[in-house]
């Protein structure tokens, strides 16, 4: 947590940095929905996963290009992973089994967008390219029935090491979105979608991509 808390500290003095370069810049919250594509030359072994929610916050900052384009990169901590749960009965036996990831990324949106003026709010469309950097995760499994009861968490190893490493650092991937901008507020709906292989095991067509979605708030200072 202690990490994590530097972390939203260095991302607010960066962005407090580039406001002589921005007309605006904001604080942006939110929550997300994400999952992962899993799959080899075979078949997709992440059919049965479900999204796994989770948040992002961070600074955005906004950029006049024209009157209506504007450019909004941005610096935000975001959860990514993935749930997933089974229950199995053989010969009378039921086991279930759970498990669940969780990865805090670095993301930062290069975001064009356009808005538009309806009344007193703009509604804007928003895309562009998006790179990750993971900063660490867990992944943790749950096994019950059958007289077993365990419960493993295990620390995700970053890197392009196929025998030593889970996945890679880098991701990178197009977010595309869309929402209503009101003076300083702006609320918006964003999908992101990971165009990367970030599985650090790539033999057999071993493919992993990261995806999300979510709602997303901010708070703009600065002239509108």
Do not use: H
């Not at 808390?5 to 904001?26: D, H, P, Y």
């Not at 538009?116 to 509604?123: H, L, R, S, V, W």
């Not at 392009?160 to 880098?170: P, W």
């Not at 209503?180 to 292989?197: R, S, T």
Request: with cysteine; hydrophobic share 40%; glycine share 12%.
């Amino acid at each position: 947590m202690k990490k994590l808390t530097n972390l939203l500290l260095v991302v607010m003095l960066i962005a407090m940095a580039t406001e002589s370069f921005a007309q605006r810049v904001g604080i942006k919250a939110g929550g997300n929905m994400t999952n992962m594509l899993i799959k080899d030359d075979e078949e997709t072994l992440s059919d049965d996963f479900k999204m796994k929610p989770g948040f992002l916050v961070g600074a955005v900052c906004e950029i006049p290009l024209s009157d209506v384009i504007y450019f909004e990169p941005g610096l935000l901590i975001t959860t990514k992973g993935y749930k997933y749960s089974e229950s199995e009965t053989l010969f009378g036996i039921t086991m279930d089994v759970e498990q669940s990831m969780n990865n805090y990324y670095l993301d930062i949106p290069l975001n064009f967008k356009a808005a538009f003026e309806m009344g007193d709010a703009k509604i804007y469309g928003a895309a562009g390219p998006l790179v990750g950097i993971g900063l660490s995760g867990k992944l943790k499994s749950k096994i019950t029935g059958a007289g077993l009861d365990t419960d493993e968490t295990e620390t995700i190893e970053w890197g392009s090491d196929a025998e030593e490493d889970d996945l890679k650092r880098l991701d990178f991937g197009v977010s595309i979105g869309a929402g209503v901008e009101l003076n300083a507020l702006q609320i918006g709906l964003f999908y992101n979608l990971g165009l990367a292989n970030i599985s650090s095991y790539t033999d057999d067509g071993a493919t992993i991509q990261n995806r999300g979605l979510g709602l997303s708030v901010a708070w703009f200072f600065g002239d509108n």
